[in-house]
């Protein structure tokens, strides 16, 4: 068996002297920790090692373990690349282009920002079920109750009320609606200055051509962070095609190149465009242990940080002892 633990990492920032501190990440100290427990119970490999091993079948270390970072958040430059530089790591980064390029805050992020702002989450939901009721007509849009059966649902990191909010302002609504009343809660209770805010939020290609340069992988988020499964195949093509050109723009391969999806999201049309495009690799949010040479290469599922401890000195947990 060719096991491959791959963990998913987003915000990791000195939460607690932040300016959004309910932001949920995770704090630098547990990073360093968890990076120290992943030095003491894996092995890490790189983007290459993993392509290797799907493209030629070769064997991977034993507790074998690939870091992704995905977003293009600055922290991702400021402190994970140092630990990871220190410890010899090679982690595997994935941005979306257009966060980057134009300075435009990704929706899914205004949305984070916004949950961690507005502490009465029932005040979310309530504007935006006063927005529905508004434009029903406008959008041809279905009833309150049924956006929230469909997307009111409670996961893992979520009570239903947030899942809500993030799916409605993420998918459920029509395009038009849905930027503009995330637009209007962002200024409302996060900022009014959008491009400062990204500014902020996002590495710079320099930066990121910085971590293609020294040993890390820069692989495809997509180029709108869109959820791939809602768009029709044309659609589906052209945010692949314009996010590989970017990965041109920084130095990536582009002949063998992996790709992460916004949101877990893709479909049969995705997964056929991507083998047409030279797509060696495919990340989820699926919650498992991935089996290369078994496991489909372009759904392979990935671990959340909260997954592992983030003590230098835990035992093993169960995700360890099942690599």
């Known amino acids: 068996m060719n096991r491959l633990t791959i963990v998913m990492y987003h915000y990791v920032r000195d939460l607690r002297h932040a300016r959004y501190p309910n932001i ?18 894996y092995n890490p490999i790189s983007a290459d090692d993993l392509i290797e091993a799907i493209l030629n079948d070769e064997q991977l270390p034993p507790k074998a373990i690939l870091l992704t970072f995905d977003d293009a958040y600055i922290e991702h430059f400021n402190v994970v690349f140092p630990v990871l530089d220190q410890a010899r790591i090679s982690g595997c980064f ?18 984070h920002f916004i949950l961690a702002c507005v502490a009465n989450k029932h005040e979310l939901v309530e504007s ?46 029509p395009e038009a609606l ?20 990204a500014q902020e939020l996002y590495m710079s290609v320099e930066q990121i051509a910085c971590l293609q340069r020294n040993g890390m992988y820069v692989g495809s988020h997509g180029f709108n962070h869109y959820w791939l499964n809602s768009l029709p195949e044309a ?54 242990i991935a089996n290369i040479g078994a496991d489909d290469p372009l759904t392979l599922p990935r671990l959340d940080t909260n997954d592992l401890p983030k003590d230098a000195g835990a035992a093993p947990n169960e995700w360890t002892r099942q690599a």
């Not at 300075?103 to 949305?111: A, E, F, G, S, W």
């Not at 849905?178 to 805010?197: G, I, S």
């Open 24 to 41: 949920k990440g995770l704090q630098t100290e547990l990073f360093h920790q968890q990076i120290a427990y992943i030095a003491k119970h």
């Open 94 to 111: 994935f941005p979306p282009a257009k966060c980057v390029l134009e300075r435009h805050v990704l929706d899914v992020n205004k949305i």
């Open 128 to 173: 935006i079920n006063q927005s529905v009721d508004l434009h029903r007509a406008d959008y041809q849009l279905q009833s309150i109750d049924a956006y929230w059966d469909r997307a009111a649902i409670a996961n893992r990191h979520d009570p239903a009320e947030v899942v809500f909010v993030k799916r409605m302002l993420q998918r459920d609504l």
């Open 178 to 197: 849905r930027e503009n009343l995330t637009d209007a809660l962002f200024k409302k209770h996060v900022a009014d200055d959008e491009r400062a805010f």
């Open 235 to 288: 659609e589906q093509r052209q945010e692949i095609d314009s996010a590989k050109i970017f990965l041109r723009t920084i130095g990536s391969n582009t002949n063998r190149w992996i790709m992460c999806y916004p949101y877990g999201a893709y479909n049969e049309t995705t997964l056929n465009i991507l083998r047409e495009s030279n797509c060696v690799a495919g990340l989820t949010t699926r919650v498992a």
